[in-house]
């Protein structure tokens, strides 16, 4: 997550402007893909990471999906989410260490989500166990702060999984082009749905 983050919790105290108006008018040309159903099956999340990683090598892929399925087995947030701001924040390489400290799939903010869960009078977030390769307990993290965001704001922010970036309008305009990149890419790849499961194939994306 970018520095723009320690912004998250902040409230803007000020009137809405035409500039922010913009933005607001820009979110909502993003589609809804967001909050397309797609069961939660470790497969689907595979397949879902093959389209915004291709190159990710197939047992890696697979070992990532599984731990996001855990993860949201808890935590209830959507998995084309988790797959979208994952490739957005570290495109997948686990051992990515941003210019701000962040850490793991998910560039989490240690030093920030440990003052919030805190706050919450929840256990700390162990800085050790987000750097290795098996992601289990960094996908569990990424989930449960997803969670926190998604009951704290969703039902007066559409685009409230944005905040994990930042709570700032500008960083989140910004970061919310970057999904909008892998929602469409997702949205593009024939996901046809039947009543229980959905078939995902990538030889029909657009270039």
């Known amino acids: 997550m970018a520095v723009a983050l320690l912004a998250i919790f902040q409230g803007c105290s000020t009137a809405p402007t035409a500039k922010v108006q913009k933005h607001k008018i820009a979110h909502e040309k993003f589609g809804n893909f967001d909050k397309v159903y797609i069961p939660n099956e470790a497969q689907l999340i595979a397949q879902m990471i093959s389209v915004?990683?291709?190159?990710?090598?197939i047992n890696s892929r697979n070992k990532i999906a599984n731990d996001i399925f855990h993860a949201i087995m808890k935590y209830k947030v959507e998995p084309q989410i988790v797959v979208a701001l994952i490739d957005t924040?570290?495109?997948?390489?686990?051992?990515?260490?941003?210019?701000?400290?962040?850490?793991?799939?998910?560039?989490?903010?240690?030093?920030v989500w440990n003052a919030e869960f805190t706050r919450m009078k929840l256990p700390p977030i162990k800085r050790e166990l987000l750097v290795y390769k098996d992601q289990s307990y960094a996908m569990e993290k990424?989930?449960?702060?997803?969670?926190?965001l998604k009951t704290r704001y969703a039902k007066r922010d559409r685009r409230w999984y944005a905040r994990y970036h930042s709570n700032t309008t500008k960083?989140?305009?910004?970061?919310?082009?970057?999904i909008?990149?892998?929602m469409?890419?997702?949205?593009?790849?024939?996901?046809?749905?039947?009543?229980?499961?959905?078939?995902?194939s990538t030889s029909q994306i657009s270039p």
């Open 52 to 57: 915004v990683q291709p190159e990710l090598e």
């Open 180 to 182: 909008e990149i892998r």
């Open 184 to 200: 469409k890419l997702l949205a593009q790849s024939r996901i046809i749905t039947t009543n229980k499961s959905i078939a995902l």
């Open 142 to 148: 990424m989930a449960q702060i997803l969670s926190i």
């Open 171 to 178: 960083y989140k305009t910004d970061y919310l082009r970057k």
């Open 89 to 111: 924040e570290s495109n997948f390489m686990y051992n990515k260490v941003s210019s701000t400290g962040d850490l793991s799939l998910g560039q989490l903010n240690v030093e």
